[in-house]
Nanobody, 124 residues
Framework: QVQLVESGGGLVQAGGSLRLSCAASGRTFSSYTMGWFRQAPGSEREFVAGISWSGGRTYYTDSAKGRFTISRDNAKNTVELQMNSLEPEDTAVYYC?????????????????WGQGTRVTVSS
């Protein structure tokens, strides 16, 4: 099992940046594929970015490509999401999630473990 705690959310103006962090407990963190999802009010939870257990493979949703970067440090049990050029449409609660599979999957139901979320608000 793994427990996840996100941090780094906040209020930022359009065009600004935020760096989200997810701290994981457990000695098997390096065996999990990790993902970031977000959920805006009235919307379904959607995939943003994912990273393989080794960090060698990353995957982004189209809206995140070129603006967001996912990374992980298995020695520190952390995964981060650097978000640049933020837009009001990026406003949502962002969740960190862990998946036992070897590939990066983009559906929320594929991920067994979730953090509580961190809120990101981008003002125009």
């Amino acid at each position: 099992q793994v427990q996840l705690v996100e941090s780094g959310g906040g209020l930022v103006q359009a065009g600004g940046s935020l760096r989200l962090s997810c701290a994981a407990s457990g000695r098997t963190f390096s065996s999990y594929t990790m993902g970031w999802f977000r959920q805006a009010p009235g919307s379904e939870r959607e995939f943003v970015a994912g990273i393989s257990w080794s960090g060698g493979r990353t995957y982004y949703t189209d809206s995140a490509k070129g603006r967001f970067t996912i990374s992980r440090d298995n020695a520190k049990n952390t995964v981060e999401l650097q978000m640049n050029s933020l837009e009001p449409e990026d406003t949502a609660v962002y969740y960190c999630a862990a998946d036992r599979s070897s590939g990066v999957r983009t559906t929320a139901r594929s991920y067994a473990y979730w953090g509580q979320g961190t809120r990101v608000t981008v003002s125009s």
